[in-house]
T-cell receptor, first 115, second 116 residues
């Protein structure tokens, strides 16, 4: 059974710092991995998606990497801002059809960026 | 943003009453999902659908049923609500049609359900 872990559960950093959020998964046979952002009381916003054949994806100040063999992904946030404060979740998909098309989620990392 | 709406957005109900949550999409995506989000558990799949009238169970399906009579609508029903079903419910969609395609999953805004 696929399990996804995100440690630590919470992180507080000063504004301007570059930071890395970690995600690990137990079964390396994944189809893709998605990083989401969730603001308090809100839904999930997809940030980046990495296919299993890719090593990284970039969007603005965000860069996500994937190392399937070691079961790890990282989300790099450059020059953090108070507006980046949110919970960040990673999720993996095993296949593109059937029950394995569901996402298995980590419990998230709650990030606080101090002004 | 993907065109996904959920209704109602908030609901308070009493134990033993039936409740139906609605998810509506305008993207014509094949797959639709219902997840629940609880502190300490994260998001977990309740049921999913891979086409009109085609549904299957997820990992926490007990006490829930679903129906999909049209591509755009996916209904989640709690036949007799219990306090343990107090949660935030999210609908998601994915095309999931082609191997090698992105098959990105998009989420709705959520429904906060409280069962007293």
């Amino acid at each position: 059974k696929q399990e996804v872990t995100q440690i630590p559960a919470a992180l507080s950093v000063p504004e301007g710092e570059n930071l890395v959020l970690n995600c690990s998964f137990t079964d390396s046979a994944i189809y893709n991995l998605q990083w989401f952002r969730q603001d308090p009381g809100k839904g999930l916003t997809s940030l980046l998606l990495i296919q299993s054949s890719q090593r990284e994806q970039t969007s603005g100040r965000l860069n996500a990497s994937l190392d399937k063999s070691s079961g790890r992904s990282t989300l790099y946030i450059a020059a953090s801002q108070p507006g980046d404060s949110a919970t960040y979740l990673c999720a993996v998909k095993i296949d593109y059809t059937g029950a394995n098309s569901k996402l298995t989620f980590g419990k998230g990392i709650t990030l606080s960026v101090r002004p | 943003d993907a065109g996904i709406t959920q209704s109602p957005r908030h609901k308070v109900t009493e134990t033993g009453t039936p409740v139906t949550l609605r998810c509506h999409q305008t993207e014509n995506h094949r797959y639709m999902y219902w997840y629940r989000q609880d502190p300490g558990h994260g998001l977990r799949l309740i049921h999913y659908s891979y086409g009109v009238k085609d549904t299957d169970k997820g990992e926490v399906s007990d006490g829930y049923s679903v129906s999909r009579s049209k591509t755009e609508d996916f209904l989640l029903t709690l036949e007799s609500a219990t306090s343990s079903q107090t949660s935030v419910y999210f609908c998601a969609i994915s095309e999931s049609r082609l191997a090698g395609a992105l098959n990105e999953q998009f989420f709705g805004p959520g429904t906060r359900l409280t069962v007293l």
